[in-house]
């Protein structure tokens, strides 16, 4: 049975803040603006995936924080750039 149409909140073309986007998502669901989605191909890297536990203090945290929402990216990718470009400086 084909899914009921609901009226539903416009999608918005642009979010102000992270906080206004996760707000929005947090009460709306994807499945009702599936338009919007472009598909992509892609391959995943059968490479091994390490996660680790760091540990930091609130004022490193917070640092940390602020720079992450003006680069506008997670705070994972924030980190993972910042230790690649450390690595880059040592010897292999």
Known sequence: MAKSKQ???PLPETFTTLEELADFWDTHDLTDYEEYLTPVDMELDEEL?????????????????????????????LINLWVQEKLLTYPK
Do not use: A, F, M, N
């Not at 490193?60 to 990216?73: A, F, S, W």
């Open 7 to 9: 009226k539903r909140d």
């Open 49 to 77: 995936v390490h996660e680790y536990v760091v540990v930091l203090s609130g004022s490193l945290d917070e640092r940390l924080r602020t720079i992450q929402e003006r680069e506008g990216v997670s705070i994972s990718t």
